[in-house]
């Protein structure tokens, strides 16, 4: 007696397909969640101190991408100033990342006035794709104490919710 070979039924192969299509589809939202920091070192826009990845270690920072020609960066600005004053203490910094093609001293003038209390570095396409890229400002990161990148914000950010969000990387 001869045996025929079976083959799955099309269940089998449409929950495989779904199993394959939801791997695709969530290794790249896996891969974010555990994704570092890039590895950078540049010197402040105001000259004051060199910032880089290993000085940041040990410390919740909300990296903000932004430019000065953008009306909801400067929206943010005096939350983000109010926030790196509050928890400061707390081993927590802002780091602000301009886009802005005019160069350092486009951004000096600017930060000088408004007397902005964290560091700002001059961006770069490079390092806006370490953060997994930016594709318009403002663009908001936040990194826990060990580098890892946890949450991302594209557009404006409430300071209800980066303050939430900040307290819990804090305790």
């Known amino acids: 007696m001869r045996q025929e070979k079976s083959f799955p039924g099309a269940g089998f192969w449409v929950g495989l397909l779904a199993l394959v299509l939801t791997i695709l589809v969530l290794e790249p939202a896996l891969a974010a969640t555990v994704k570092q920091m890039p590895d950078f070192s540049e010197e402040t826009v105001l000259g004051q101190s060199k910032i880089d990845t290993a000085s940041l270690r040990g410390q919740v920072v909300l990296v903000n991408f932004w430019a000065t020609w953008c009306p909801p960066c400067r929206k943010e600005i005096p939350s983000l100033m109010e926030m790196q004053?509050?928890?400061?203490?707390?081993?927590?910094?802002?780091?602000?990342?301009?886009?802005?093609?005019?160069?350092?001293?486009?951004?000096?003038?600017?930060?000088?006035?408004?007397?902005?209390?964290?560091?700002?570095?001059?961006?770069?396409?490079?390092?806006?794709?370490?953060?997994?890229?930016?594709?318009?400002?403002?663009?908001?990161?936040?990194?826990?104490?060990?580098?890892?990148?946890?949450?991302?914000?594209?557009?404006?950010?409430?300071?209800?919710?980066?303050?939430?969000?900040?307290e819990k990387l804090l305790n």
Not at 91 to 114: H, Y
Not at 118 to 142: E, H, K, N
Request: cysteine-free; glycine content about 14%; hydrophobic content about 40%.
């Open 85 to 166: 004053d509050k928890y400061r203490s707390r081993g927590f910094t802002v780091l602000g990342i301009s886009m802005d093609e005019g160069g350092r001293k486009v951004v000096a003038k600017f930060l000088e006035k408004l007397d902005v209390n964290y560091p700002v570095i001059i961006g770069s396409t490079s390092l806006a794709r370490g953060f997994g890229g930016v594709m318009g400002v403002p663009a908001s990161f936040l990194v826990d104490r060990e580098g890892n990148l946890v949450k991302r914000h594209d557009g404006y950010v409430s300071e209800k919710i980066l303050s939430g969000e900040i």
